[in-house]
């Protein structure tokens, strides 16, 4: 059973969703660093809320460029290949700060932007059709 998202106005893999048909949505759970704990608790818009082991955020928090979809290797020949993981992984300073079903303010735009969002739909693009 995927386990729910702990974001306040997030249904993923609620019971509820699954058996409408909804999509089961990657979780995370929270780091186990103290620190990294705390800023995730910081930018998630809950109150009073102490995350155990088996809380968990869903994949819809977190920016393109904090989800981990490849693993790169080097093949013999020396060029780079990309294979899909099955469970998308989290870079290490990855924090949630996209709240969709929470009023804009709470949205949390990363301070540098890496690519116009034009540039990043057309990677993404890519990437699915390279699947
Ligand atoms: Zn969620």
Redesign the pocket.
């Known amino acids: 059973m995927p386990r729910?998202?702990?974001?306040p106005g997030?249904?993923?893999?609620y019971d509820s969703e699954i058996k409408k048909g909804g999509p089961v949505?990657s979780?995370f759970r929270f780091p186990k660093a103290e620190e990294r704990k705390k800023l995730w608790l910081l930018a998630i818009p809950r109150k009073d809320f102490s995350p155990t082991a088996n809380s968990?955020?869903?994949?819809?928090?977190f920016s393109e460029d904090d989800i981990i979809r490849y693993d790169l290797y080097k093949t013999k020949d020396g060029t780079t290949q990309q294979l899909l993981l099955r469970c998308p992984k989290l870079k290490e300073d990855a924090l949630?700060r996209i709240?969709p079903?929470l009023p804009k303010y709470l949205t949390k735009e990363k301070s540098v932007v890496r690519n116009d969002p034009q540039e990043r739909k057309k990677s993404f693009q890519q990437n699915r059709r390279s699947n």
Request: charged share 10%; glycine share 0%.
């Open positions: 729910k998202c702990c974001v997030c249904n993923s893999n949505v979780a968990v955020v869903c994949m819809k928090h949630p709240f079903n």
